[in-house]
């Protein structure tokens, strides 16, 4: 059995689970298409807590997010495949998506990108953030947009560039710098802000 049909294969028992257990298929929906928003609030709840490491943090989890859609945009340069119900029949698609090509999967490098990020910085909550990236790689199988493979290498990738980043960027002078600028434009806000409200009870 070749990859190519390795592939296919567990695929079709990932997505034909929709078929058999659908009472999950709404679940499967919203993590696939909508949990990303759930992730956005995580790393704005993160940047305002004027913590320097979860600032830190964010930043290197950006970076990861930027290195690894390169890499993963590269990568689908030397292969490539369509999604899978758009070559293969009878798939239990259950988001509306757009044809071109799926390897690798960009949910998943965002999501993994960001989480493994997390993971590094945050050891305690490690799991959940892993198992979230988890979560949203298996659902983009279960609706049907992406085989497992276009999932793996997005795990790699992305765990790879979170990886590097983690051990570089807080090393970096200029992440000391950024960080600087960040508290000082926050300081200048706040200020301006508190005459306007001092200007207002007078």
Not at 49 to 71: D, F, H
Not at 92 to 103: G, H, M, P, R, T
Not at 163 to 177: A, C, F, G, H, S
Request: charged share 15%; hydrophobic share 50%.
């Amino acid at each position: 059995m070749s990859l190519t049909d390795i592939n296919i294969h567990l695929f079709r028992i990932i997505n034909d689970l929709g078929k058999e257990y659908t009472a999950l298929n709404p679940v499967m929906v919203f993590i696939a298409d909508y949990m990303i928003y759930f992730l956005a609030v995580a790393i704005v709840f993160f940047c305002l807590s004027r913590n320097k490491v979860n600032r830190i943090m964010v930043l290197c989890a950006g970076l990861s997010v930027v290195a690894a859609e390169i890499i993963g945009k590269l990568a689908g340069i030397f292969y490539s495949n369509y999604q899978p119900f758009a070559e293969l029949t009878t798939v239990n698609q259950l988001i509306e998506k757009a044809v071109d090509n799926s390897f690798p999967s960009d949910h998943t490098i965002i999501f993994f990108s960001v989480c493994v990020t997390f993971w590094l910085f945050q050891r305690g909550w490690g799991l959940i953030w892993i198992g979230l990236a988890a979560l949203v790689g298996f659902s983009r199988i279960w609706v049907g947009v992406h085989y497992p493979g276009d999932v793996l290498a997005a795990i790699i990738i992305s765990s790879l560039m979170a990886n590097l980043m983690y051990r570089v960027v807080p090393k970096l002078r200029i992440t000391q710098t950024i960080l600087k600028k960040v508290e000082k434009v926050e300081e200048f806000v706040q200020s301006h802000l508190k005459k306007k409200t001092n200007s207002r009870d007078m």
